[in-house]
């Protein structure tokens, strides 16, 4: 397991952990690199920029690339070698907001997002013949600590954390978030011998979001 954050991966207690840039090509290789053979793959990794096309600068889109679709990129790129002998699974952490379904304020995040979800269908058909399989997992709104900030933040616009929750929460026709608990367990499903016959697919985990 890894992470860019060393501090909250302590508070995880993986048995293998290390301190990882996803959006640097030689962090990546290094760290994947000490793996002879790998099984499962499964990259979540994300930045949430909020705003219209007209307010994201050239950093935020860049950034938004950089951290959701380049990182996808580079981590795939470098897990396929160490998998190709004995197949495997990928999963790829995309999300609602790409090409499944337009939100406001995503114009960055959800053109990334939809990148991640096109990068998995063209390794499907490429890596059909190595047995592995490649799937995209599309959460609607989860309840994680990047959540909590978005709030924060909205709050400051919207005049109160209560309405900035609100905001997010009217998204939900189930009229709750999702729990991190419940992205895993299906990120845990495609992974496993259960999921053995699905590939090139974008799941949504979405609370009725795509109804």
Known sequence: MSDINGDLL????????????????MAVEGWLGRFDRIDIMAH???????????????????KSQSI???SAFLVTRSAVPRMKANGGAVVLIASLASSIKGFPFRAAYGAAKGG????????????LDDGIRFNALCPGVVDTPSLRQRIADLAEEMGSAEAAEK????RQPAGRFATADEIAATCAWLASADGGFV??????VDGGISI
């Open 10 to 25: 302590e508070r995880l207690g993986a048995a293998s952990m290390a301190t990882v840039d996803a959006t640097d090509p």
């Open 68 to 70: 959701c679709l380049d």
């Open 44 to 62: 979540a990794v994300g930045f949430v920029h909020h705003g219209t096309v007209e307010g994201t600068s050239d950093d935020d889109w860049r």
């Open 199 to 204: 590939t090139g697919q974008a799941i949504n």
């Open 167 to 170: 905001w997010f929460l009217d």
């Open 116 to 127: 991640v979800i096109g990068l998995m269908k063209a390794c499907a058909a490429d890596y």
